[in-house]
């Protein structure tokens, strides 16, 4: 059976005097699910979803968006797109009522419609309570809401969200996946930019890395994690005199590369885990019980995911060694 692809690129080029700011991309983002783009700052995360939302021309290469060719059928692509950028897009000035209201009667709704749409969004969005605000007396999570908002009063059939929760506290963070979750449960297809690999991992079924404009790994989560770990352990010792020893030891257990902290005391790995969390629990505690068995004093330990750094870190690795 074929899946329907909401996005589907082939060599995907934009440059910026001599900056090949998207550097060649190929992605084939099934209809109906959240895809996520991991990558650092300067990536080309913005400029790719810019391309796709017919908001800038690419330089080379095709893009189709279910089906419709970004340039050619800009019009058709455009009328089942909706972008909430990286930065808001309200009018600050307006109340959170009248931006929702404007937007959807710039829509084409009538004026008992508008303001229909409107505070029912407010209120799924909890922002019932600031719906007479002036947007610039937002917070930046009660930003970032009414921006979502903005963007789904007529429900797209594919949502590009860029960067939706960077600088949100963990609450704010939270109450916008479960926006997301809610959005996809409709049926939209979300393409979410993401600085962090956690969010990716709560949101995504599958996850494209990009750095300098390229497509460095691509995959659903889990062959993600296979490849680059599904955990990162991160230890402090006693004495730092032990620490080749525990560097010897981790290596051996985890099957990875130990990063060496500036902290003398302090070592980090990622764990394989199959590519499981529960997986690379049960490496992390193996580890732990070499290390006792070795003399080696642990003081602290923990297992987290792996930072943007460390998924880099082994990718880049991986590479390296590949050549
Ligand atoms: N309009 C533009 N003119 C010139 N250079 C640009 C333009 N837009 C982006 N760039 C450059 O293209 C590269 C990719 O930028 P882009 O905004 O796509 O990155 P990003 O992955 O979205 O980063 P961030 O996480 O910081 O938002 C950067 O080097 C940026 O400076
Ligand atoms: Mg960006």
Redesign the pocket.
């Known amino acids: 059976m074929s899946t329907e692809l909401a996005i589907e690129t082939t060599g995907l080029v934009?440059v910026?005097?001599e900056?090949r700011?998207?550097d060649g991309i190929d992605l084939a983002v099934p209809a109906g699910t959240v895809y996520g783009?991991l990558?650092?700052?300067?990536?080309?995360?913005?400029?790719?979803?810019?391309m796709l939302a017919t908001l800038?021309r690419p330089d080379a290469g095709q893009a189709r968006v279910f089906g419709h060719d970004v340039v050619r059928d800009a019009d058709a692509v455009r009328s089942r797109v909706s972008l909430t950028g990286?930065y808001a897009s309200v009018d600050e000035d307006l109340t959170g009522t009248e931006n929702l209201v404007l937007l959807a009667r710039l829509l084409g709704h009538g004026k008992p419609a508008a303001r229909a749409r409107a505070a029912q969004l407010l209120e799924a969005f909890g922002l019932s309570e600031a719906a007479g605000r002036q947007v610039k007396n937002y917070s930046g999570g009660m930003r970032r809401r009414i921006d979502i908002a903005a963007s789904i009063l007529n429900t797209p059939d594919l949502l590009f969200l860029?960067?939706p929760t960077?600088g949100l506290d963990p609450r704010s963070r939270n109450q916008v996946w479960d926006i997301v979750r809610a959005v996809v449960a409709q049926g939209t297809t979300v393409m979410l930019?993401t600085?962090y690999l956690d969010e990716a991992d709560q949101l995504a079924s599958r996850i494209a890395v990009?750095d300098h404009?390229r497509v460095i790994a691509e995959g659903t989560k889990g062959e993600l994690k296979a490849s680059v770990g599904a955990g990162s352990v991160h230890l402090r010792l006693r004495d730092p005199a032990q620490r080749p020893e525990a560097e010897r030891v981790l290596a051996l257990v985890l099957d990875a590369t130990v990063q060496l902290d500036h902290d003398p005391v302090a070592l980090t790995a990622t764990v394989g885990g199959h590519g499981t969390e529960k997986g690379a629990a049960e490496q992390a505690a193996r580890a732990l019980a070499e290390l006792a068995r070795a003399g080696i004093h642990v003081d602290n330990f923990a297992l987290g995911q792996p930072s943007l750094d460390e998924v880099f870190l082994a990718l880049t690795d991986r590479k390296g060694a590949a050549a």
């Not at 990558?39 to 810019?50: C, M, Q």
């Open positions: 934009k910026f005097g900056n700011a998207v783009v990558g650092p700052n300067g990536a080309g995360k913005t400029t790719a979803v810019r800038l990286q860029d960067e960077t930019t600085q990009i404009g």
